[in-house]
């Protein structure tokens, strides 16, 4: 039996395994497994810029909207993401190479997540991301943006 891999995408993938167990190497479909196996590599450097914009909008939010009640819950989001980021590169090293270009990748998508969520619009964040690798990664806390520079971070 030889399931398509266009008609039962959850058949063809249980049956390529199956095939691969059994050492049928002539009888895989190698050009889709190849395709199958580089796409899982992007799902992790999507999960990791996911990961990122979620924890860097969740920065923003910290940093620009000081006078909101409810930062625990922030708080708690970026230690969340903070742990699942290390451990995603912990589990792909090689991503950590890409870590800078996936931060500015993500940084729209963060300016998105806090202005969707704060009452601030897109002119009150930067331009660019305000941190780099280290400060999102380890135990930085942002300063409260103040009234004569919201924009700068201490």
């Known amino acids: 039996m030889t399931t398509d891999y266009e008609t039962d995408f959850y058949a063809w993938s249980d049956e390529q395994a199956r095939l691969l167990r059994a050492g049928c190497y002539a ?10 196996v580089e796409d899982l590599g992007k799902r992790e450097r999507r999960a990791l810029e996911s990961r990122l914009a979620v924890l860097i909008g969740h920065l923003l ?18 230690n969340t993401q903070r742990r699942s980021i290390q451990r995603l590169l912990a589990e792909n090293p090689s991503l950590g190479a890409q870590l800078e270009a996936l931060i500015n990748s993500a940084y729209p998508d963060a300016v998105d997540l806090a202005v969707a969520e704060t009452p601030l619009d897109y002119d009150a964040f ?27 971070d201490s």
């Open 61 to 78: 939010k910290w940093r620009y909207q000081a006078d909101y009640p409810y930062r625990k819950s922030w708080r708690a989001t970026i």
């Open 126 to 152: 930067p331009e660019v991301c305000p941190w780099d690798r280290d400060a999102l990664l380890g135990d930085h806390w942002p300063a409260l943006a103040s009234a004569s520079d919201p924009k700068s």
């Open 27 to 36: 009888a895989l479909d190698i050009a889709h497994l190849a395709e199958e």
